[in-house]
């Protein structure tokens, strides 16, 4: 028989069943630490008692030990203190800090994975050119910066550090800016 994964809030009477994590849009650097973000994600709501069970569960299923999670109280709805996800607890808190798009997951071992958090209501090709700046390992890039480029459709290109480079000055037009026709 198969175990049902459940979710329920430090608060009575709820329990809600989490979405599918092959649903989830996330990337993670194969790297992490890399950079100033270990990854991006792409939540469908700004609910975090919607959106982190299925995201807990596949950094779980990824092998990181989360037992916390700081998030930006001006991005998120509020969230209940403590959750439980598949019979895991986990600490939820919320902070006002400048960095809305940027949310932190503690490890176990005292180390934390930041994601790139993209805005549910963020075009879609976007949020994918987003997410692929974000799962970039060596970027040094922070979360505010990735999300400008993403939306920016600034031609870019890796550097040997594989960084994310503009083109340089030599390969734009002078008037329209626009990449020159090889």
Same mark, same amino acid.
């Given at each position: 028989?198969?175990?049902?994964?459940?979710?329920?809030?430090?608060?009575?009477?709820?329990?809600?069943?989490?979405?599918?994590?092959?649903?989830?849009?996330?990337?993670?650097?194969?790297?992490? $630490?890399?950079?100033?973000?270990?990854?991006?994600?792409? /939540?469908?709501?700004g609910d975090l008692n919607t959106e982190l069970p299925p995201l807990l569960m596949a950094m779980w299923s990824a092998g990181h030990q989360v037992y916390r999670v700081t998030y930006d109280l001006a991005s998120w709805e509020r969230s209940p203190r403590r959750m439980t996800v598949s019979?895991?607890?986990?600490?939820?808190? $919320?902070?006002?800090?400048? $960095?809305?798009?940027?949310?932190?997951?503690?490890?176990?071992?005292?180390?934390?994975?930041?994601?790139?958090?993209?805005?549910?209501?963020?075009?879609?090709?976007?949020?994918?050119?987003?997410?692929?700046?974000?799962?970039?390992?060596?970027?040094?890039?922070?979360?505010?910066?990735?999300?400008?480029?993403?939306?920016?459709?600034?031609?870019?290109?890796?550097?040997?550090?594989?960084?994310?480079? /503009?083109?340089? $000055?030599?390969?734009?037009?002078?008037?329209?800016?626009?990449?020159?026709?090889?």
């Amino acid at each position: 028989m198969a175990a049902l994964n459940t979710v329920m809030f430090s608060y009575p009477g709820c329990s809600v069943p989490p979405a599918p994590p092959d649903d989830l849009r996330l990337r993670l650097r194969a790297n992490l $630490g890399s950079g100033f973000v270990d990854g991006g994600w792409w /939540p469908r709501s700004g609910d975090l008692n919607t959106e982190l069970p299925p995201l807990l569960m596949a950094m779980w299923s990824a092998g990181h030990q989360v037992y916390r999670v700081t998030y930006d109280l001006a991005s998120w709805e509020r969230s209940p203190r403590r959750m439980t996800v598949s019979g895991r607890r986990v600490k939820v808190d $919320g902070y006002r800090s400048d $960095g809305a798009t940027l949310s932190l997951v503690d490890l176990s071992g005292w180390s934390r994975i930041d994601l790139v958090v993209i805005p549910p209501a963020t075009d879609a090709q976007v949020a994918h050119r987003a997410l692929d700046l974000a799962g970039l390992d060596g970027d040094l890039h922070r979360a505010p910066e990735m999300l400008h480029r993403a939306a920016s459709k600034l031609p870019t290109r890796v550097s040997r550090y594989g960084c994310l480079e /503009p083109l340089p $000055g030599a390969d734009w037009e002078t008037e329209s800016g626009q990449v020159l026709a090889s």
